[in-house]
């Protein structure tokens, strides 16, 4: 019964998280861009607690997302407001409330994100090393992605204009040894959710990428 039920929730949450995600692509260009995209903050809350929900089984999680949540927000901090690690930045108002600049969405964000691509990495590569280098590699395609359509919906903005070389080895930096810590932490994730989760991002900022003229143009 017990399996049945965590069978039950993974589902249920990957069905969740997919609906929001293409109902997101689809209003951000063709529908009511302004509101779809200020449902930002509430995509990536409930992507976290879905997370956290299906990873109950593992309380180890727990510990990972909470570094993860206070390492992002205080290296963000220390780029926000003082241009170091990943270059000089400012946030916009997409991602919601913030403290010292930074939402702090993007303390959830980076919990997301580390826990996705390790527990990915964890079932793709065997050596603890290729793991780590996985994951961390994951996570810069993302950024990658991310970064030239980032100003346009509102989430951030480097002060040139586009993102620094400085931002991919800041985050090459603040990822790594929080990849180090997951796989020596013997960290176990059943279940899919991570690989749908990040699947999902993955198409979503891609589709925006290649219709970045007509993402300017809804927003």
Known sequence: MIKKESIQLNDIA?????LFHISGI??????????FVGA???????????LLLTSRKEPKVYLVAAIAFFVGMVAEGLGVNYGLIFGQYVYGEALGWKVAGVPWL???????LTICCAAIAANL?????????????????LDAVIEPIAPI???????????????????????LPLHVFYHLYKVEIKGT????????????????????NTLQNAL
């Open 26 to 35: 689809i209003g951000i260009l063709y529908g009511n861009s302004q509101w």
């Open 106 to 112: 993007i303390g959830a964000n980076w919990a997301i």
């Open 193 to 212: 959710f991570t690989h749908h989760l990040f699947l999902l991002q993955i198409i979503f900022f891609t589709i925006l990428l290649l219709q970045i």
């Open 153 to 175: 919906l509102d989430f951030w903005a480097f002060s040139g204009g586009t993102a620094p070389a400085q931002n991919y080895i800041g985050w090459f930096a603040t990822a």
């Open 125 to 141: 590569a065997g050596h603890i090393l290729s793991k780590i280098v996985l994951g961390v590699g994951l996570m810069l395609l």
């Open 14 to 18: 990957i069905g969740i998280i997919w």
């Open 40 to 50: 930002t903050p509430l995509n990536l809350t409930l992507s976290f607690v879905l």
